[in-house]
């Protein structure tokens, strides 16, 4: 029988999925030729869809009770996130031809 603490380390990490969309979501903004405020408009869109994945798939409505921080934890993008999403974004930018 599982415990408690075993059904919480199944979680999805949230950190390594909020990471993962800043880089799909640079690659995407980069290979669909987004520029300036269209770019970082799409990656405003696509935190704001992880979070409320996150809020609704991985912590059942309370994210109280698996995030430290909360709602607002999960919806903040972070410093790293941001400079990964325009590193991948300019490189797919650039490597894309647009």
């Not at 640079?26 to 992880?50: C, D, K, P, R």
Request: charge should be positive.
């Amino acid at each position: 029988m599982a415990s408690t603490k075993d059904e919480l380390a199944r979680l999805i990490y949230a950190p390594n999925v909020q990471h993962n969309s800043a880089i799909n979501s640079g690659a995407a903004a980069g290979i669909l030729g987004l520029e300036n405020w269209q770019g970082f408009a799409f990656y405003v869109a696509s935190t704001l869809f992880t979070a409320a994945c996150l809020y609704i798939v991985n912590c059942k409505g309370r994210p109280s009770k698996y995030v430290a921080g909360g709602v607002r934890e999960l919806a903040n993008p972070g410093q790293d996130n941001v400079f990964t999403f325009v590193l991948v974004w300019t490189l797919f930018f650039g490597m894309s031809g647009a």
